[in-house]
């Protein structure tokens, strides 16, 4: 399902009249009228809407009511002011819906809650099969709004392009917006990583509707393998006035729900300056997908990051005033840092973490893909800027818990940093953060000075070059392995690697993406 991990909505059973088949729906009650306010619902919840439509020309289209609980269908093609009503979103497991033309059908395959935090109100996810002369799948996600009348309207089989892949983020006034995340750039002579996805062509606000690049495994393709989206790329020559570098790569991995993606190599070769990239998808015939033109900047390999002085950062963290904290969220006086509670480990054991973290040696959008990836997650995101003290408040709900696991992702000169909020990375066997880095550099870090306990795993060539567990709660599961040039070595217990995490300006960073998932 193209959905967040775990987020997202209620859509159901469609329709009764032609067109629409559906499991038996419960008594039918009245929708609100057009243009209606939310009120409250006799289960306590504040309804809000979207649209569906259906069709190039969205000559079908469904009003959707949602509550938090129950969810409501109008097919306004039937009319007569009836509405379908489900008591949850397992009520929705095969809806079909006909399109005008007589020859294609929809059939709404999942709907589920997106799980946002409040400060966004509520999201819905929807994923629908295109049956008949053109099909595919397309997965949506949707801000609901609490008029009827300014809705967003989700249009399902609509004109398509290709363009940079997006993913969903908050915005200051409590909306969403999908944008590419990171934005693109290419680095002369390091491969890079291009994403796309194909989406609609005139987006509606609120919402986002794209084309399901992966199976229901979330790994395998939805395309036969020749059927893959295109990047041309045009690099700029190293002298003003030089001819340009051309090159064409095809875009040929899936994953997350609605991603392509690809290596490119970029020539050393080339010049400083903008890359004009075209991506297209001609090998879908069928799709008739629109090409795009974008112009991504080339530029030095970076170097190091500008960070907060380890001695600093302390002092400047803004810690959560006394009373608001979430249980297992602790202030430990008189250093400013959290101290979180047991979370169950990947491992089966409780290990408690002051926020540990991992950075992996490769650019923010490909550590994204692959972390998700990694975890077996439908797609990555949703991702909220956010800065340390917003981090842990937006990630907790109303009554101060955890809505799930949550990382802070920041990118640090060569590195992306996955600071672990909610402490669930706590105790990850060293052969899994291995697996993750590949052939890239990693190194995960973490310790609670409340019970002495630390944690080091240092990856390196596809290797674990150092293991260091240090946990007096569970001696038989210490560890002292292999041996590294990082600072503090050698490692003879937690004290060492608190001396490490403290003096590591690579892992901290005062802002970047939060990502909850469940």
Not at 208 to 232: I, K, L, M, N, W
Not at 317 to 327: K, R, Y
Request: aromatic share 8%; proline share 9%.
């Amino acid at each position: 399902m193209w959905r967040f991990s775990r987020l997202l909505i209620v859509l159901p059973a469609l329709l009764v009249g032609p067109g629409c088949s559906r499991p038996a729906p419960q008594p039918a009650a009245v929708a609100p009228a057009s243009g209606a306010e939310s009120q409250p619902s006799p289960n306590g919840g504040r309804p809000v809407y979207c649209w569906l439509a259906f069709g190039s020309e969205a000559g079908r289209r469904v009003l959707v009511t949602y509550d938090g609980r129950t969810l409501r269908l109008e097919d306004r093609v039937r009319g007569g002011g009836k509405a379908d009503v489900f008591p949850s979103p397992d009520a929705c497991t095969a809806v079909t819906i006909s399109d005008p033309d007589g020859r294609t059908a929809y059939v709404v395959r999942g709907v589920e809650d997106m799980g946002l935090v409040p400060d966004l109100g509520r999201g819905l996810a929807i994923d629908v099969e295109v049956t008949g002369p053109v099909p595919y799948w397309q997965g949506a996600q949707v801000r609901l709004n609490a008029n009827s009348d300014e809705a967003p309207v989700v249009h399902f089989h609509a004109p398509l392009t290709v363009g940079p892949y997006a993913s969903v983020r908050g915005t200051p006034d409590r909306g969403l917006k999908w944008v590419a995340n990171p934005d693109p750039r290419l680095v002369r002579g390091r491969a890079a990583t291009l994403s796309v996805q194909v989406r609609n062509r005139e987006p509606e606000p609120g919402c986002q509707v794209a084309v399901t690049s992966t199976g229901p495994d979330g790994r395998s393709s939805r395309f036969p393998a020749t059927v893959r989206p295109v990047a041309e790329i045009e690099f700029p020559a190293v002298k003003p006035g030089g001819e340009p570098i051309r090159r064409r790569y095809t875009l040929d991995q899936v994953c997350c729900g609605s991603r392509f993606y690809g290596a490119v190599e970029v020539p050393a070769e080339a010049g400083v300056g903008v890359a004009r990239v075209t991506f297209s998808f001609d090998a879908w015939e069928l799709g008739r997908v629109q090409p795009n033109v974008i112009d991504v900047p080339v530029v030095d390999p970076p170097a190091t990051g500008k960070v907060t002085p380890a001695s600093d950062r302390r002092r400047r963290l803004t810690m959560m005033p006394s009373g608001s904290q979430a249980p297992g969220l602790v202030y430990l006086s008189p250093r400013p840092r959290w101290w979180f509670e047991p979370y169950r480990s990947a491992a089966g054991g409780d290990h408690r973490m002051n926020p540990s973290y991992c950075r992996i040696r490769v650019p923010q959008a490909a550590a994204l893909e692959r972390f998700a990836a990694w975890l077996r997650l439908p797609q990555v995101g949703p991702l909220v800027p956010a800065d340390s003290a917003q981090a842990v408040r937006l990630a907790c709900d109303e009554r101060g818990l955890w809505r799930g696991n949550a990382v802070l992702v920041s990118e640090i000169g060569d590195w992306t940093l996955f600071s672990d909020l909610s402490g669930a990375r706590g105790g990850v066997p060293a052969e899994r953060w291995r697996e993750f880095a590949g052939s890239d550099a990693l190194v995960f870090a973490g310790y609670n000075d409340a019970i002495g306990y630390g944690e080091f795993v240092l990856v390196r060539g596809g290797r674990v070059v150092r293991e260091f567990l240090d946990d007096p709660h569970d001696p038989a599961a210490n560890a002292n392995r292999g041996s590294s040039d990082v600072e503090g070595e050698p490692f003879e217990s937690w004290v060492d690697v608190a001396s490490f995490v403290d003096a590591d300006d690579l892992g901290f960073s005062e802002a970047g993406l939060l990502w909850v998932w469940r």
